[in-house]
């Protein structure tokens, strides 16, 4: 099955700096990647997500890259503020209504 | 935009009892998943449902685990001896009302400690 890595599990940025976090993944049918940001005792929420037909996506101050030849993809944090502090978690999915398959998180602070 | 809703939010259990997570997904869509998470630990997949058919589970998902839709809406996660190492965050997810059936929308959890 599939298995994804993730690093760094912890990352402290100061406020307005640059947050990146990197995911990799060993199954190459895998063609689609959220990532997901979770707030102490909240449920995990999706914040983007990219499909493997794309190599690059942007939200406001929240990006995602896709590498499918070394098959890992970076979620990109710009200007990072206090409320960006939070787990977040990279997942890759196969197919269409199939399982997630998480990262093991990581942990940003965002130090004012 | 509707969202999936759980109950109990908080469910305490001795070891050895039956418990059942009740969730309510968004409506008229076909898939469904089950997933846990042990405090500090990653997110893992359980079951999925297509269809009102078990889809796919993962290793976690033995026997003690079932997974129903009693009334055609609600859906229902058992499991029917706890153990201590049950002890998580259970969550219900399925795509969203707008058509894609690539992600997942996540509910808010019900916490189960078993005793």
């Known amino acids: 099955g599939e298995n994804v890595e993730q690093h760094p599990s912890t990352l402290s940025v100061q406020e307005g700096d640059s947050a990146v976090i990197k995911c990799t993944y060993s199954d190459s049918a895998s063609n689609y990647f959220p990532w997901y940001k979770q707030e102490l005792g909240k449920r995990p929420q999706l914040i983007i997500d990219?499909?493997?037909?794309?190599g690059e996506k942007k939200d406001q101050r929240i990006a995602v890259t896709l590498n499918k030849t070394a098959k890992h993809f970076s979620l990109h944090i710009t200007e990072t503020q206090p409320e960006d502090s939070a787990v977040y978690f990279c997942?890759?999915?196969?197919?269409?209504?199939?399982?997630?398959?998480f990262g093991t998180g990581t942990s940003l602070t965002v130090i004012p | 935009e509707p969202e999936v809703t759980q109950t109990p939010s908080h469910q305490v259990t001795q070891m050895g009892q039956e418990v059942i997570l009740r969730c309510v997904p968004i409506s008229n869509h076909l898939y469904f998943y089950w997933y846990r998470q042990i405090l500090g630990q990653k997110v893992e997949f359980l079951v999925s449902?297509?269809?009102?058919?078990?889809?796919?589970k993962s290793e976690i998902f033995d026997d003690q685990f079932s997974v129903e839709r009693p009334d055609g809406s609600n859906f229902t996660l058992k499991i029917r001896s706890t153990k201590l190492e049950d002890s998580a965050m259970y969550f219900c997810?399925?795509?969203?009302?707008?058509?894609?059936?690539?992600?997942?929308?996540f509910g808010p959890g019900t916490r189960l400690t078993v005793l």
């Open positions: 990219i499909r493997s037909n794309v």
């Open positions: 997810a399925n795509p969203t009302a707008g058509g894609r059936t690539d992600t997942q929308y």
């Open positions: 449902f297509y269809n009102n058919e078990i889809s796919e």
């Open positions: 997942a890759a999915s196969p197919f269409t209504g199939n399982q997630f398959y």
